[in-house]
């Protein structure tokens, strides 16, 4: 075993007893505490929890490999991923908290008065959350078997053991505190190797700073401007201009801030502070925090970039540094002598380029690249594991909740105790994390493609709905419920055409598919356009059928207010 | 509770986010979106703008934003005595 195994070994082992650890601390006793981890939370742990929730697997291993292969483009998921926090936080949050019940859902039903629109909510949530998890538990089993050398499987189990033993003993209370130390985890071993790169290319310790900085070989050039030469060069776009269409950039950008806002596992995170003052606040901190890591990917987007192509691209093949040789053995870098010469031509053009780079690369094998000590390429997968569990736990609950709280409790079987409840929850929790567990090893081939559809989906559906809801006192429940079915299928259909070609033939058709795109947006941006479909049925609709009941009005007069909030959820 | 009270303090929470939202608006999908070419040709250091604001200064105004916000409301819920303890 070398070094930089003995200290991936040590460091996950540590973050996992820190987790097991908490979730023994924090049991949960009651349904509030399951569902709503008491509504006592500060907002600074609520903003710590939101954040770890909220960054995924996606966001710590896969998104700056994106944003470095896609350039400007790669801004859709930084401006999109962060910019939904401000709706949450002045359009969603503090109503939510003031309305003060456990789920989505919960709102959803009450709000329009009707278990149909429960129903849909439930649904929606499930759908959502399902497509998402199944991504995670796949990638904890990937960081496993990349870093561990155990089997992609094995590695599923584990991770479904702890996610087990901490989403099902503490509920809600036990992934808050749990949470809390996933950020700390995830974001020092995000920000140590990017600090350690910056310097090294730039001399800037600060990395936001530091890839709009000079390189430090004194030659004076700007390191963006060396990227864009070198990409040119390279037959490349230049890295700091796209090439998507401003029409698709500015929709996928509107479907991801609007899906952020929409989806169920962060809402409900606001449900566990005090006062609509505190989830506001903690809907600030919970920015900060994530932007901490989303400033800095762009910037390891850049230094990243620049390192490969500068390490590999018209190098002997068999002077390849030692990283090389271990990541090819995991598929995720490859190369084809095709010309024979025993250099390795890194071009644009498909028929000379030699390097087939996996996305992931980048932030994987980023410290290798750059020759960082064991210690700092051991953080990486405590890192990623870290980021992977809290969002899977996040949305877990969430699954739970929907099905014991909305569906059970709520519209099969009223009378249920509060126990009852309790242990209901436990059990949806478990079966929940095997079947999350069964797609993360058998993963369905679109689970990839649909994680990015989650976005879409949940601004199709929630989101007019609950804008509706708090903004628009006269929207009943004809209008909210047309909505949220049209937009949803609108979606639905949009996807399974252009995403999956299940009209034209399959998966092989897509390509061809794209100039028949609505509008020239992509899949990943029609959320935007279901969206607004969403509120127009649902003010056309609106208009046409009754006003909602006179103490309906009223719920929403009263959230409107911020006092009150403590009791609210008691009741 | 007072409607009239309500009422105001309502229109003005709906200002304080109209001008807020604004501001979203201007630096994502305006600066860093629609007119992301015409700030390229500023530069600021190594960065171009246009580029700069997709990619860092949006994500720095989204912060701010809530925090002004959250200090505005905390503000108004005092004024109007709907603050909690």
Known sequence: ?571 | MDTDLRKKYWKENLKYLSILLAIWFLVSYGFGILLVDELNTIRMGGFKLGFWFAQQGSIYVFVILIFVYVRLMNKLDKKYGFNEE
């Open chain 1, 1 to 571: 075993m070398n070094d930089v195994q003995i200290w991936t070994y040590v460091l996950v082992a540590l973050s996992f007893g820190l987790y097991i650890g908490i979730a023994i601390w924090s049991r949960a006793a009651s349904t509030k505490e399951f569902y709503v981890a008491g509504g006592g939370v500060s907002p600074l742990a609520n903003g710590m929890a939101t954040a770890a929730d909220w960054m995924s697997a996606a966001s710590f291993i896969s998104m700056a490999g994106i944003i470095s292969f896609a350039g400007y483009d790669g801004a859709v998921y930084l401006m999109g991923w962060t910019g939904g926090y401000v709706l949450l936080a002045l359009l969603l949050a503090p109503y939510l908290r003031k309305f003060g019940k456990f789920t989505v859902p919960d709102f959803i039903g009450e709000r329009y008065y009707s278990k149909t629109a429960r129903v849909v909510a439930v649904f929606c949530a499930l759908i959502v959350s399902f497509t998402y998890v199944a991504g995670q538990m796949r990638g904890v089993g990937i960081v496993f078997s990349r870093y561990l050398e155990v089997d992609i499987n094995t590695g599923v189990v584990i991770g479904m053991v702890i996610v087990l033993f901490y989403a099902v003993l503490g509920g809600m209370k036990g992934i808050t505190y749990t949470q809390v130390a996933q950020y700390c985890v995830l974001i020092f071993a995000f920000m140590v190797p990017a600090i350690f790169i910056s310097i090294q290319m730039t001399g800037n310790p600060i990395p936001q700073l530091g890839f709009g900085d000079t390189l430090s070989d004194g030659s004076g050039t700007y390191l963006l401007d060396k990227l864009d030469g070198l990409s040119t060069e390279l037959g490349f776009a230049e890295y700091t201009s796209g090439s998507k269409s401003t029409i698709d950039v500015f929709a996928i950008t509107l479907a991801l801030m609007v899906g952020t806002a929409g989806l169920p596992h962060v809402i409900v995170r606001f449900f566990t502070v005090k006062r609509v003052r505190d989830a506001r606040k903690s809907a600030g901190l919970a920015l900060l925090f994530i932007a901490i890591l989303y400033t800095t990917a762009p910037a390891v987007a850049v230094f990243a970039r620049t390192n490969l192509i500068e390490t590999v691209s018209g190098k002997e093949y068999n002077e390849m540094p030692e990283w090389f040789s271990r990541w090819e053995t995991t598929g995720l870098i490859a190369h084809e002598d095709k010309n024979g010469d025993g250099k390795i031509q890194y071009v644009a053009a498909p028929e000379i380029n030699e390097l087939t780079v996996d996305r992931d690369i980048m932030v994987l094998a980023n410290p290798e690249i750059s020759d960082l000590p064991a210690w700092v390429i051991g953080l990486i997968a405590a890192g990623g594991l870290a980021a992977a569990l809290s969002t899977a736990a996040g949305l877990l609950l969430v699954i739970s909740a929907s099905v014991s709280h909305d569906l059970i409790k709520n519209v099969l079987n009223p009378g249920l105790s509060e126990k009852g409840e309790l242990w209901a929850a436990r059990i949806s929790a478990a079966v929940a994390v095997v079947v999350a567990g069964y797609f993360g090893i058998n993963p369905p081939g679109f689970v990839a493609a649909v994680v990015a559809l989650a976005f879409g989906l949940a601004a199709a559906s929630f989101f007019p709905a609950i804008i509706l809801g708090i903004f628009y006192k006269k929207m009943n429940s004809q209008g909210a419920i047309s909505g949220m079915v049209v937009g949803l299928c609108l979606m639905l259909f949009y996807m399974l055409k252009f995403k999956f070609g299940i009209f034209d033939g399959g998966q092989e058709a897509v390509a061809g598919l794209q100039d028949d795109w609505w509008f020239g947006i992509s899949p990943e941006g029609f959320g935007s356009i279901a969206m607004v479909v969403n509120f127009i049925v649902a003010i056309v609709v609106n208009t046409f059928t009754e006003d909602p009941p006179e103490e309906v009005q009223e719920i929403v007069e009263n959230i409107r207010i911020p006092s009150g909030a403590g009791d609210a959820i008691d009741h």
